[in-house]
């Protein structure tokens, strides 16, 4: 059973910068795409940014030029660097991994973290 992880969530200030780690249990050499969504409260859970085995990326509109994803093959982790950070990014955010981005054909998620953008 493939296990995701999620750490570096938190409480910062607007224009403030977190970073989000996913551990994953086995080799994400084997994970075509790993991704990051999430859900912030009475709305959709939503596709944040994307990374294939390629090394392309995908990210929302939303986050372009604001958020980079990374995965680091050698340590199984995949990250998701935040900067200037807005009260709308507020939300649980969620790692995840299979084939493609869409949320409903992915069998992998971590349990999720906590991301509160506040002054």
């Known amino acids: 059973q493939v296990q995701l992880v999620e750490s570096g969530g938190g409480l910062v200030q607007p224009g403030g910068s977190l970073r989000l780690s996913c551990a994953a249990s086995?080799?994400?050499?084997?994970?075509?795409?790993m991704g990051w969504y999430r859900q912030a409260p009475g709305k959709q859970r939503e596709l944040v940014a994307g990374i294939f085995i390629s090394g392309n990326t995908n990210y929302a509109d939303s986050v372009k030029g604001r958020f980079t994803i990374s995965r680091d093959n050698a340590k199984n982790t995949v990250h998701l660097q935040m900067n200037t950070l807005k009260p709308e990014d507020t939300a649980v955010y969620y790692c995840?991994?299979?084939?493609?981005?869409?949320?409903?054909?992915?069998?992998?998620w971590g349990q999720g973290t906590q991301v509160t953008v506040s002054s």
């Open positions: 086995i080799s994400i050499v084997s994970i075509y795409t």
């Open positions: 995840a991994g299979g084939y493609g981005l869409d949320p409903s054909r992915l069998p992998f």
